[in-house]
């Protein structure tokens, strides 16, 4: 069962996303709290910026189950050909995400589109074979 099934009252907006910055305020080391969302975003979110060439270190937690948050831990390289800033690296990171689910959603209706063109078919091969 998922934290938003357990839900009693509705999230604050200002708690629906909140930015906290690493030591001495440094752009390349953050914490990303989601608030509303769980391990489903959590993993795959930690799992796509981690295939990032300017992500040091990627990590998250949810705090208790009934804690409707999740904490995203993100530290990206200062230096070199790929510095970009955590937040940089998240919005690329929420950019791949988004293109893996659109990627998804092509090949599902596809899928679902051939099964019932198949399934029409063999209900006429049934018909035929039953005469």
Known sequence: MSVNDQRLEPVPPEDIFKVQLGE????????FIFGNEDHTLGNTLRHILMQRKETEFCGYSVPHPYEPKMNVRLQSYPK???SKTSIETLKLGLQD??????????????AVAKF????????SKKDKKSK
């Not at 995400?97 to 092509?106: A, V, Y």
């Open 80 to 82: 070199g050909d790929n």
């Open 116 to 123: 019932k063109s198949n399934k029409g078919k063999e209900s």
């Open 24 to 31: 001495n305020n440094n752009a390349y080391s953050a914490t």
């Open 97 to 110: 995400l988004e293109e893996c689910c659109n990627i998804l959603d092509e090949k599902f209706s596809e």
